[in-house]
């Protein structure tokens, strides 16, 4: 079967790398990359590369968005507003959630069974808009609506190793959960496999260096944006996941911000967090995410007081998107 894959932000910091990752996958068959800018230029680009995907670039004019997304299988959504220095995720919202309503609700009309994306910021809210304009719609399916949390992980994987001297990050596997903000991002190093032994006195630094990463690269760009290519490369490591689940391959389990008391094994951490979206270990299948895996049942106690933070910022963040799909200014 061909997979049609959307990039929507095509022509961002993160839509032209992830574009670039996105054409090089054996896994797509065509890739479609809508912005509201410099579509044309970046498909031509890029169709130069001899990969199998037949790329094409829309703008919005011409009903540009519907015939990008029209039956698309997989959209993957980097449109939006970056951070400055002195800016929260939060003060993104006032753009970003009107953008991604926008495009959310294109996506219910013509690719109404697409798995869907969402890396736009404030993730916290931005998913829960996603979810309720497809729910208004008709056409919600929790199995395939995921927030990308991949880059929290990734910076789990690489600031451990940096302490611990693994060679290659990349054999750990470290669940980050709750949310996509600050406090809302909750590592537990615990549940490390292999198992990783952290000092006392470099736990602290750790939790929070992982928490404030995204602050760390706003910081070094000094005005010029957020991270982009290390977010290309979780956007795509978690695009190529969802896509060798949907091939039937087994045993894919990674965290993603999902509507948890929609999914097999979410009922009771929304009952724990009262938080409907929750950032979770989620195994991917054939039609999704097939089961969301509990890991607030082995917390320690400090992994405990994190949750409790988390819960407290992340719950006004899904209820802040919430209100916004219904209500709209
Ligand atoms: P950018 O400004 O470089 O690119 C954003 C792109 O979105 C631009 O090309 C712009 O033209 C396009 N765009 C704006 N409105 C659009 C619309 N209605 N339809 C289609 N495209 C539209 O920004 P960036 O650095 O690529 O970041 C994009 C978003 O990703 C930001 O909100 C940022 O905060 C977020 N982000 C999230 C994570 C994460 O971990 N989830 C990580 C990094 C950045
Ligand atoms: C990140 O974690 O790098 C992104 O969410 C971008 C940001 O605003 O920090």
Known sequence: MGIKAVVAGASGGIGQPLSLLMKTSPLISELALYDVVNTPGVAADLSHISSP????????????????????????IPAGIPRKPGMTRDDLFNINAGIVKGLIEV???VAPKAYILIISNPVNSTVPIAAEVLKAKNVFDP??????????VVRAETFVAEITGEKNPQKLTIPVIGGHSGETIVPLFSQAKPSVSIPDNKLAALVKRVQFGGDEVVAAKDGAGSATLSMAYAGFRFAEAVLKGLSGEKGIVTPSFVYVPGLPGGEEIAKETGCDFFS?????????????QNPLTNLNDNEKTLLKACVEGLKGNISKGVTFAHNPP
């Open 107 to 109: 996506i219910a009309d």
């Open 143 to 152: 199995k395939r609506l995921f927030g990308v949390t991949t880059l929290d």
């Open 53 to 76: 995907a037949k790329i094409t670039g829309y703008l919005p004019k011409d009903d540009g968005a519907k015939l990008a997304f029209k039956d698309a299988d997989i959209i993957v």
């Open 280 to 292: 979770v270990p989620v195994e991917l299948g054939t039609t999704g995410v097939e089961k969301v």
